[in-house]
């Protein structure tokens, strides 16, 4: 797969095992793994973070074989889903450090092409999550107005 921005052909990252039997060494029970995410959740954790801490303190290596469902469905089940996705709320942080980069720096050619490629990453995702509901479709990217939300 290519990369978005660059002439960059780029591998993507590692593949998972084929496996989809639960492994017999997980000691949480689904229960308890379901409370675990909710309890993290609760406490503003994402849910990209959620799988890591899962993975690394707990050793539940996917959640999804477990469960038969992703943290991101099983927070949209129990209302803790954020109001703004994860990958999205990233990019927008990445452009508002880039803004304020630019405050300082004006002449930063490099970073104010950086900013660009990454407002049309936000609106191409912002176009997709629109499609699939996840977003209103009268959510906008103000970078003015955003800005507060995301300090």
């Known amino acids: 797969m290519a990369r978005m921005h660059s002439r960059a052909k780029g591998k993507s990252g590692s593949t998972r095992p084929a496996k989809t039997t639960t492994p017999a060494w997980v ?3 689904p229960k308890e793994i379901e409370m675990l995410i909710v309890k993290l959740a609760r406490e503003g954790v994402g849910a990209s973070r959620i799988g890591l801490v899962m993975r690394d303190e707990y050793g539940v290596p996917d959640v999804k074989q477990i469960l038969a469902k992703t943290i991101t469905e099983l927070l949209a089940e ?16 990445k452009s508002v450090l880039i803004r304020k980069h630019l405050e300082e720096n004006k002449k930063d050619e490099t970073a104010r092409r950086g900013l660009t490629l990454t407002e049309s990453k936000i609106l191409r995702l912002s176009k997709y999550y629109k499609g699939t509901r996840r977003i209103p479709k009268t959510w906008k990217y103000d970078p ?8």
């Open 27 to 29: 000691a949480l029970k």
């Open 78 to 93: 129990k209302e803790l889903r954020p109001e703004i996705p994860e990958d999205l709320m990233a990019l927008i942080r």
């Open 144 to 151: 003015e107005t955003i800005k507060l939300q995301v300090e």
